[in-house]
Nanobody
C-alpha cells in the first residue's frame, strides 16, 4: 500500500508559478512510476505529466509542454510538478498517482486526495 499526499496548491495570478509536491509513504517510492493528473469542474480527469522510477523518462501532455516540469527526489519520497506561466485553462484539482506501468492514462495503482490550483486573470 502507498499513501500519497499532495501539497502546494493555491491561488496564483495568470502568468505566475506554483510548485506542487506529492510525498509518498508505505512501500518503496523508487519502485513506482509517478504521474500528475488534473480534473477541472465538469470535465474528466486528464493526464498532465509522468516520470519513470529513476527519472530517465518523462512525458507531458501537449498543453503544458514548456510550462510544467515533473521531477522527483527518491531520497525524499517526493515527486514535484513545477508549474510556470499558468493560464486561465490550468485551474483544476491536481492529483498525483503511483503505479508500476509508466503511463499517460488513468491506470495507476495509487492516488492522492488532490490539491486545488486556482488561477486569477
Amino acid at each position: 500500500q502507498v499513501r500519497l499526499v499532495e501539497s502546494g496548491g493555491g491561488l496564483v495570478q495568470a502568468g505566475g508559478s506554483l510548485r506542487l509536491s506529492c510525498t509518498a509513504s508505505g512501500r518503496t517510492f523508487s519502485s513506482y512510476n509517478m504521474g500528475w493528473f488534473r480534473q477541472a469542474p465538469g470535465k474528466e480527469r486528464e493526464f498532465v505529466a509522468s516520470m519513470s522510477r529513476w527519472g530517465s523518462m518523462t512525458y507531458n501532455t501537449d498543453s503544458v509542454k514548456g510550462r510544467f516540469t515533473i521531477s522527483r527526489d527518491n531520497a525524499k519520497n517526493t515527486v514535484y510538478l513545477q508549474m510556470s506561466s499558468l493560464k486561465p485553462e490550468d485551474p483544476a484539482v491536481y492529483y498525483c498517482a503511483a503505479g508500476l506501468p509508466l503511463s499517460t492514462t488513468n491506470n495507476y495503482d495509487y492516488w492522492g486526495q488532490g490539491t486545488q490550483v486556482t488561477v486569477s486573470s
